[in-house]
DNA sequence: CATTTTATGTTACTGTTTTCACAATAACTC
DNA sequence: GAGTTATTGTGAAAACAGTAACATAAAATG
């Protein structure tokens, strides 16, 4: 599963609605959005076109309004629990966030690792052995889980997770994991984003 | 600047072929890079064909002469220093990843913070306050950084590392940073990772 | 209240990416 | 070494994404 840029804009559009009305205003236009998410005026309105959002002709976009609409677009009535499996550098850093994530309507409800050093609640949440995993899966409704564990590790994991229900997995470790079709899965190999960079700055230097 | 997906799917199919050398092999095919890379076989041929990359008919690809023109390709003949601005959790976990980032010719080289009870050398690389970074930078011929501090201050530090000759960012923080034409930005956003994962899982549940 | 202004919403266009199909050809077989 | 097989390489087709243009309509103006 590749996550389709248009989502991508309108979670960032969301997030932009939300420092608008901080700042007290109650209108936008396309333009202003735009400007704030780093695209085309166009794009933006393309954007809620294809997903039947609809403002007012010369004047623009009620904030509050356009943040229900997102909201509801993105399920965002209700905070959404998910796991962490791996609570080494990543795992902790990504911990420590939890009062952030919540802003956006996740919350990490627990984390898992096979080290028992790591077992205990300096972290906010519960660490927990991995067998823990089916029973609090199961009985907190969980569907999300992100995988921290080295990459040898990760494909183990990640048929552990699907096995006990998990639909959506967010993966740091540098592996393409083989997940079943129903399964939405996120490779995030931040290796590749630097590499990619550097890609581009030297690829800019040749054709100068 | 997006990252184009078929560079990504470059950068991905080196680290399949560094695995599949390690595991004794000497030649594959599109066939067994795509399925460890997570794509079609035609996808591997065209993302080399685009590239000039060729192989051998009915005898696939040398890994060795493969693996030789995609870090050619990718300027890794040398490592490239980078240097991190921001080592609350995110900035730590990715220095203590340092050993492992060099794996894929990236270092990070030094690391900045404002708080100064950061300023020592226990994550591996020296962290000095920001006054230092034009001294770095420019004796160091480092051209990319990544930004880990919190939302309000990602622009200022944007615009500093700008001056200073940073050509390629790496940034952690939920804001569009605003960049002239020849910076090459990737904004990397967890929360907003997440919350697209979670996305899909409602979507496929409503048009069941 | 008629006119002008300005921003939306959508359609048509353009460009990019992926998939498909198959000719070309190197290696293998007998 | 002729015939068969398997895999590459690419051009054409299809799908997808982004840009541009403009008709439409609400608001502002006077
Ligand atoms: N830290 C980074 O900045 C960074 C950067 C790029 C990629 N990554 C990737 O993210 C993943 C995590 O990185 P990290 O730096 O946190 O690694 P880490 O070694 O610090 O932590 C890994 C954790 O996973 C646990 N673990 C190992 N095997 C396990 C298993 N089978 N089940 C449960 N837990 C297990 C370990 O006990 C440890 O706590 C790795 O795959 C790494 O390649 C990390
Ligand atoms: N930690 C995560 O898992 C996570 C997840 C999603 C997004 N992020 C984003 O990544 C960024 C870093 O997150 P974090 O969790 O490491 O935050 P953090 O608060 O732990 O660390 C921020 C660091 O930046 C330093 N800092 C603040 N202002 C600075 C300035 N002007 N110049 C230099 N240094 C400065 C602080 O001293 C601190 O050490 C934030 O923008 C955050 O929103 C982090």
């Not at 677009?73 to 990504?94: E, Y």
């Not at 205990?120 to 823990?132: A, C, E, I, Q, R």
Request: proline share 4%.
């Amino acid at each position: 599963m590749i996550i389709k840029s248009n989502i991508k804009r309108l979670l960032q559009y969301r997030i932009c609605l939300g420092k608008f009305k901080e700042l007290g205003f109650t209108r936008v236009y396309s333009y202003n959005l735009g400007n704030a998410a780093g695209v085309s005026p166009e794009q933006v309105r393309k954007d809620f076109s294809t997903y039947g959002i609809t403002g007012n002709k010369k004047a623009g976009y009620e904030i509050s309004s356009l943040l229900e609409i997102l909201n509801r677009l993105f399920g965002m009535d209700k905070t959404h629990n998910i796991i962490i499996v791996g609570m080494g550098n990543m795992g902790r850093a990504l911990a420590n966030y939890n009062e952030r994530f919540i802003t956006q309507h996740v919350y990490i409800y627990a984390a898992f690792d096979m080290d028992p050093s790591k077992h205990n609640k300096t972290s906010g949440m519960p660490v927990f052995p991995l067998s823990k995993i089916p029973d609090i899966v199961s009985k907190n409704d969980i569907t999300t889980a992100i995988i921290s564990v080295p990459a040898i590790a990760a494909q183990e994991v990640c048929n552990l997770l699907i096995d006990v229900g998990i639909k959506g997995i967010l993966n740091f470790a540098p592996i393409v994991l083989k997940v079943p079709d129903h399964v939405v899965i996120n490779h995030l190999n931040l290796s590749t984003e630097i590499d990619a960079i550097i890609y581009y700055l030297n690829e800019k230097l040749d054709t100068r």
